[in-house]
Nanobody
Framework: QVQLVESGGGLVQPGGSLRLSCAAS??????????IGWFRQAPGKEREGVSY????????YYADSVKGRFTISRDNAKNTVYLQMNSLKPEDTAVYYC?????????????????WGQGAQITVSS
């Protein structure tokens, strides 16, 4: 079993920055073998894929809505994935979830992910 814990959420003004962390753990867990994705869900909306970083070489993907503003990275030694969010907009307000895909393939499809964190609230407001 894999456990994922998000941290770093909070309230920020438009144009500001935040960094989310996703700490992964589990018996024998090795972050390098998993694809880690970030998803978000705003009230009344479906969960949407924001970014992922695949296993191995770490190919990355960004949704068009965050491209150029968000950066995903991985620290295998700490079993932690980060999502640096800059130039935040009110429409970025949502609960952000990290998730792990044990196949290691790159996918932004929520159905590809086996393990989910509890979520972290990001509110962008003045």
């Amino acid at each position: 079993q894999v456990q994922l814990v998000e941290s770093g959420g909070g309230l920020v003004q438009p144009g500001g920055s935040l960094r989310l962390s996703c700490a992964a753990s589990g018996s024998g867990f090795n972050l390098d073998f998993y694809t880690i994705g970030w998803f978000r869900q705003a009230p009344g909306k479906e969960r949407e894929g924001v970014s992922y970083i695949s296993s191995g070489k770490g190919s990355t993907y960004y949704a068009d809505s965050v491209k150029g503003r968000f950066t995903i990275s991985r620290d295998n030694a700490k079993n932690t994935v980060y999502l640096q969010m800059n130039s935040l907009k009110p429409e970025d307000t949502a609960v952000y979830y990290c998730a792990a895909d044990r196949t290691g393939r790159g996918s932004i499809d929520v159905r590809s992910y086996d393990y989910w964190g509890q979520g972290a609230q990001i509110t962008v407001s003045s």
